[in-house]
């Protein structure tokens, strides 16, 4: 089958958050398609100011970015969350990044990096009582660490 030309896939991609801007009744303006984009291809949840450097003022100033990041958050098209080291972070709501938060999240406590990790169980033991969100699944999960990089380094400088 051949393959469609990357400026076609591009265009389709747009046309289907212009449909999502318009389903969440929101106005359609290119800076909130650029923010919408940016979030819909992360690889993980972003903060404001990585997402303002990714853009670098293709969508407006900073205010103007947080208010777009902002909408979409109250429109339900994207997640925002605090990984305990108060940095919001934003993913697109149905991409791998957000995954209704099903997941757990790696927060690396040198460089501040966020990773998305693969699902994980929960068990607990046989009669422990557990509180209700936990067993609603409504529940984040985080874990924090060194990522590799700074693990390496920190080893580096050990020796």
């Known amino acids: ?15 289907r958050i212009r449909e999502q801007l318009r389903a969440a009744s929101l106005r359609v303006t290119a800076a909130r398609i ?11 949840p972003m903060s404001h100011s990585e997402i303002v450097e990714l853009l670098d003022g293709s969508a407006g100033d900073p205010a103007t970015v947080f208010r777009n990041l902002t909408a979409l958050t109250e429109a339900a098209l994207a997640v925002r969350s605090d990984l305990g080291d108060r940095v919001w972070r934003f993913a697109a709501k149905g991409s791998s990044a957000s995954a209704g938060h099903e997941h757990p999240h790696f927060l690396c406590s040198e460089c501040g990096t966020v990773e998305c990790m693969p699902s994980l169980e929960l068990r607990t033991r046989s009669g422990q009582r557990v509180p209700r969100s936990v067993r609603n699944l409504d529940a984040e999960v985080q874990i924090k660490g060194l990522c590799d990089d700074c693990a390496d380094t920190a080893d580096v400088s050990r020796n």
């Open 1 to 15: 089958m051949p393959r469609r030309p990357r400026q076609s896939r591009r265009a389709e991609r747009e046309q």
């Open 34 to 44: 650029a923010v919408m984009e940016a979030l819909q291809n992360a690889s993980g």
